[in-house]
């Protein structure tokens, strides 16, 4: 991510957060204004144009999206007052503000980890994986199927809606790196740290908050757990959180002892 787009998102963010009346409508028209403008290179190089008055930029969207509610048009007209690294970044910049609109219109929601839940399926499901990221489904075939699938897993409309509008215009993205972008997204909005922790056995709920509250005295912040089941973890933990990785298993450290037996 370039400084120009860090500085467009984080003034972007602020005028979301200032925002009243945020509800799912608000998510659901700012992710077809990301694929709206995704799909047309004339939109998109218009509305990211450095060269352009910033005034000159939120008059095209007044007139392209003018029939959206007066919450959407106030967040699009933020963002594109800014000046983004380049178009592209302009479209991750209006899907990560409706990811965020999700997450305030149901702030009592897990959708952290239902998010969480549904790239564990995928994991676990090559040729659902292969389905939702092939370029030969339909758009539309592939967000339908995300919609039945979260509805048989009881998701809340957050989740669903951000799932299937991410399938629908992956962008050269892989599914579960989608839905990782997605968590990382929801959870800085609510200001949580996100640690995915593998383990053999899954861990009781006094395991749980123990864990928890070593890792949110490290890292001075409420954290949230995503906890994967994993046989080749043998014993003890390993937890990433971002770019940190804390080994503590079985399995590194007899790697660690094979390493030095073998030099």
Do not use: C
């Amino acid at each position: 991510m370039g400084s120009a787009t860090a500085q467009a998102l984080a003034a972007s963010t602020q005028t979301l957060a200032a925002a009243k009346d945020i509800t799912l409508d608000t998510a659901r028209e700012l992710f077809a204004a990301a694929r709206a403008v995704g799909d047309s290179s004339q939109l998109s190089g218009a509305l990211a144009d450095p060269a352009a008055p910033a005034a000159a930029r939120q008059q095209v969207v007044a007139a392209v999206f003018g029939g959206l509610s007066e919450a959407s048009r106030a967040v699009l007209g933020a963002a594109v007052a800014e000046r983004w690294s380049n178009a592209d970044q302009l479209v991750d910049g209006i899907e990560e503000l409706a990811i965020r609109s999700a997450a305030i219109a149901e702030s009592g929601a897990d959708i952290e980890g239902q998010l969480f839940g549904f790239s564990r399926v995928v994991a676990a499901n090559p040729e659902l994986e292969l389905a939702l990221g092939s370029r030969l489904g339909g758009d539309d075939a592939k967000g339908e199927l995300v919609e039945r699938l979260l509805a048989g897993a009881s998701a809340g409309a957050a989740t669903t809606l951000i799932v299937s509008s991410l399938v629908r215009r992956p962008r050269e993205r892989r599914v579960r790196q989608l839905l990782s972008r997605a968590i990382r997204i929801v959870s800085n909005q609510r200001g949580l740290v996100v640690a995915t922790v593998h383990t053999a056995t899954d861990l009781s709920e006094a395991q749980r908050t123990r864990l928890r509250d070593a890792l949110s005295r490290r890292y001075d912040g409420e954290v949230s757990l995503n906890v994967v089941i994993d046989p080749a973890v043998v014993g003890g933990l390993r937890v990433q959180i971002a770019d940190d990785v804390i080994d503590g298993s079985i399995s590194a450290r007899l790697a660690d002892l094979r390493q030095k037996l073998a030099g």
